[in-house]
């Protein structure tokens, strides 16, 4: 007897039926399918083998990326065959080569680095010359110095999603005739069902960098996307996912569901007040691109706490939270006080 075997078409793992609600389930996503929704998307997605082209390209990955290993932090960092890493831009301790990696962890696409390092340690001076109360040291040289050119894995996820929402629409009207006063209530009902596309859903898959940093930090414009080639590592590090597909479809489900949200209600108008009975939005496939965007990346440590810091290698945009030198700050706010104290004096002295 054959037997067929169900991937999750959203992350790519097993799947189980579950007799209590009669669908085929994921442990690892949660994500939920009847059987007839599975059947459509396996012949929508047949299963294909890697041609010869793409298995020389993972043999020469392999072949030409080196990992280095932080004894100190658990980071793992990639970089071509020429590169050597010296040190950890998550720890500043020192790393050391670890091995090869396997085709796996080859990227589908990349961005390249627009923005120079030049670029980077100007934009990254003027954003701090703007911070009154962090340490100096923070501004130092030596500090500057350690801006890294990283390449961030992320997974960019196209998403189908099945969005039913049931609603009742009022509009109100009101009148008078100069003797009374009329109101009149009609009431619609609202049915909103539809298969909506959510592509280009980004989230990074370094568990070791700030899921808000590199989300504060978008977007990426996806024109610049190319075939991944390892010319692009050379003079840069890049970071090794660590957080893979179904630990990171949670996160692609919340914005694709926020983003599949916001077509349904945008589509809903010309009413007083929409009253929403139900709604869902369900994530019925997911294609995934496995790629590299471009990040200058620092980190500075201070009261035993790290602060990071990253501007988008492509568009220039930067993003963090500068330490707080508290006691600049003291100084700062007694200088206002004995300010305040010498005009309220003179004032008070004139008014005598």
């Known amino acids: 007897m054959e037997s067929t075997e169900y991937k999750c078409p959203n992350c790519n793992a097993g799947l189980a039926f579950m007799p209590d609600i009669q669908k085929f389930g994921c442990e690892y996503c949660g994500s939920e399918f009847t059987l007839e929704e599975m059947q459509e998307i396996n012949a929508e997605n047949p299963v294909t083998s890697p041609t010869e082209s793409e298995i020389h390209e993972l043999h020469e990955f392999e072949e030409h990326t080196n990992l280095y290993h932080c004894a100190s932090c658990g980071a793992n960092i990639m970089a071509d065959d020429e590169q050597t890493a010296l040190f950890c831009y998550y720890c500043h301790n020192p790393i050391i080569l670890a091995g090869k990696l396997t085709g796996k962890y080859k990227p589908d696409k990349v961005i390249g680095f627009r923005y120079t390092r030049e670029n980077a340690v100007n934009n990254f001076r003027d954003w701090i010359s703007k911070k009154w109360f962090v340490p100096e040291d923070f501004k130092s040289q030596e500090q500057i110095e350690k801006i890294t050119g990283l390449y961030v894995p992320f997974w960019i996820a196209d998403c189908k999603i099945k969005a039913d929402l049931s609603a009742v629409g009022k509009n109100i009207r009101t009148w008078s005739d100069g003797e009374y006063q009329y109101t009149e209530t009609k009431e619609y009902s609202i049915v909103r069902q539809a298969d909506i596309s959510a592509e280009g859903i980004p989230a990074d898959g370094a568990s070791k960098i700030e899921d808000?940093?590199?989300?504060?930090?978008?977007?990426?414009?996806?024109?610049?996307?190319?075939?991944?080639?390892?010319?692009?590592?050379?003079?840069?590090?890049?970071?090794?996912?660590?957080?893979?597909?179904?630990?990171?479809?949670?996160?692609?489900?919340?914005?694709?569901?926020?983003?599949?949200?916001?077509?349904?209600?945008?589509?809903?108008?010309?009413?007083?007040?929409v009253s929403v009975h139900s709604e869902s939005y369900n994530i019925m496939n997911t294609k995934w691109q496995y790629v590299m965007l471009p990040v200058w990346f620092m980190t500075y440590k201070y009261?035993?706490?790290?602060?990071?810091?990253?501007?988008?290698?492509?568009?220039?945009?930067?993003?963090?939270?500068?330490?707080?030198?508290?006691?600049?700050?003291?100084?700062?706010?007694?200088?206002?006080?004995?300010?305040?104290?010498?005009?309220?004096?003179?004032?008070g002295g004139a008014s005598l």
């Open 212 to 273: 808000a940093l590199m989300e504060a930090i978008e977007p990426f414009d996806y024109k610049d996307l190319k075939d991944f080639s390892m010319s692009y590592f050379s003079g840069f590090f890049a970071d090794k996912f660590d957080v893979d597909k179904p630990e990171v479809f949670p996160r692609i489900r919340e914005r694709a569901s926020q983003a599949g949200r916001k077509i349904v209600h945008d589509s809903i108008g010309g009413y007083t007040s």
């Open 303 to 347: 009261n035993d706490k790290i602060y990071e810091f990253a501007l988008n290698g492509q568009t220039g945009k930067l993003a963090g939270t500068p330490p707080l030198d508290k006691s600049k700050l003291k100084l700062f706010c007694s200088a206002v006080g004995m300010i305040v104290a010498v005009i309220a004096f003179l004032f």
